[in-house]
């Protein structure tokens, strides 16, 4: 059964560089996308965006290029970073894996245990 | 982007009762949609995924309809257990887009 377990820096001043690292275990990166999605304290759930193990990535556009999402095979890993943070970026951080059926349709299952990053000078 | 908006954002209700949650799409999404279960403190858990399949492990008393732009929930006997936040989750389109919950509550 595969699980995610998140690490990374919780605590960030503003226009610092968000990073976050999610291992995969029980399975392999191997022909699924991998996906990432945060959500501000007491609010929904925001997209952010998913890579599979080939680098392929659909990002958020209304990030505006501060996401980087790349994908480390050897490990079994793959990582977001969020460059210029500020205020407006505190939430709690998922990673979850892109489950689908052969038809097309896909979900978001398993997640990861969440990362809370708190953006505060 | 596709706006997923949901119904009631809030909902108090009793245990036993049978509750129906609607998730609307503003573009055709033919069955791309997922429903999940977020307890507080927690990381959401997938509960329905293409609209109307339950993951293995989902208790059968919750159900899902739906295609194009209008989808429901169903909830048909509450559980202590399922007082939680419920969010729907469009897959059709980049960017993908989440309803903004509907809170259940025990009345």
């Known amino acids: 059964q595969v699980q995610l377990q998140q690490s990374g820096a919780g605590l960030l001043k503003p226009s610092e560089t968000l990073s976050l690292t999610c291992v995969v275990s029980g399975g392999s990166l191997s022909g699924y996308y991998w996906s990432w999605i945060r959500q501000p304290p007491g609010k929904g759930l925001e997209w952010i965006g998913e890579i599979d193990h080939n680098g392929n990535i659909n990002d958020n556009p209304s990030l505006k290029s501060r996401v980087t999402i790349s994908v480390d095979t050897s490990k079994n890993q793959f990582s977001l970073k969020l460059t210029s943070v500020s205020a407006a970026d505190t939430a709690v951080y998922y990673c979850a894996k892109v489950s689908r059926t052969s038809s097309g349709p896909k979900w978001l299952d398993p997640w990861g245990q969440g990362t809370l990053v708190t953006v505060s000078s | 982007d596709i706006q997923m908006t949901q119904s009631p954002s809030s909902l108090s209700a009793s245990v036993g009762d049978r509750v129906t949650i609607t998730c609307r799409a503003s573009q055709n999404i033919i069955a791309y949609l997922n429903w999940y279960q977020q307890q507080p403190g927690e990381a959401p858990k997938v509960l329905i995924y293409a609209a109307s399949n339950l993951p293995s492990g989902v208790p059968s008393r919750f159900s899902a309809t739906g295609s194009g732009t209008d989808f429901t929930l169903t909830i048909s006997s509450l559980q202590p257990e399922d007082f939680a936040t419920y969010y729907c989750?469009?897959?059709?389109?980049?960017?993908?887009?989440f309803g903004q919950g509907t809170k259940l509550e025990i009345k």
């Open positions: 989750h469009q897959s059709h389109s980049t960017p993908q887009t």
